[in-house]
Structure formats: structure tokens, C-alpha cells
Nanobody, 119 residues
Framework: QVQLVESGGGLVQPGGSLRLSCAAS????????MGWYRQAPGKERELVSV???????NYADSVKGRFTISRDNAKNTVNLQMNSLKPEDTAVYYC?????????????WGQGTQVTVSS
């Protein structure tokens, strides 16, 4: 069983920073990409940022220039540095991984971590 465990959410004032981390654990899996999605109350889950094994990142337009994603392939971890946070960044952030277990490839999700940007 592959698990994704997130950490680093919390409450921050507008303009502040937070760093989210996610670690994948288990046996017999290989990761193709990792990243983050978020879901605000009353809204659908949306892409924040995903990074491939080659280190190529993709960002939502709303976070470009403010958020930075990074990975450690050897440790199966992904981090999201969030700067210049805005109230509209408030959401539950979910770690995402596209991975293979044997011949089966699919998505895995973490349990989510709350990020609240408020004064």
C-alpha cells in the first residue's frame, strides 16, 4: 500500500509564507510525477503545481511567481514553497502522485492539509 503524507499547513497572514511537504511511502512502486492540488470551500479541486521526474514543473497561472515546487526523487518527497500568500490561496492542499505499482498506473492522494491565509 502506497501512502502520501503531507505536513506544513497552517494559518498565515497575507503576504506570508508557508512550506508544504509530502512523502510517499510503501513498497514496490515507481513515481512518474508528484505535486499539489487544492480545493477551496464550494469549489472544485484544482491543480496548483506538478513536477515530473525530469524536474520539469507546471504551475497554475494563479500561483506563478509566488510558489516553487521541488522534488527529491531518491526520497520520494515533494515540497511546495508558497510565498506572498493571498486570502484566495486558502484551501485544503492535497499531495498528488502519479505512480505505478506493478503494471497498474494511477493517481494517489494524500489526506490533505489546511492552508488558511487571513489577517
Amino acid at each position: 500500500q502506497v501512502q502520501l503524507v503531507e505536513s506544513g499547513g497552517g494559518l498565515v497572514q497575507p503576504g506570508g509564507s508557508l512550506r508544504l511537504s509530502c512523502a510517499a511511502s510503501g513498497r514496490g512502486f515507481s513515481i512518474h510525477a508528484m505535486g499539489w492540488y487544492r480545493q477551496a470551500p464550494g469549489k472544485e479541486r484544482e491543480l496548483v503545481s506538478v513536477i515530473t521526474n525530469d524536474g520539469i514543473p507546471n504551475y497554475a497561472d494563479s500561483v506563478k511567481g509566488r510558489f516553487t515546487i521541488s522534488r527529491d526523487n531518491a526520497k520520494n518527497t515533494v515540497n511546495l514553497q508558497m510565498n506572498s500568500l493571498k486570502p484566495e490561496d486558502t484551501a485544503v492542499y492535497y499531495c498528488y502522485a502519479r505512480l505505478s505499482v506493478g503494471a497498474t498506473t494511477g493517481a494517489r492522494w494524500g489526506q490533505g492539509t489546511q492552508v488558511t491565509v487571513s489577517s
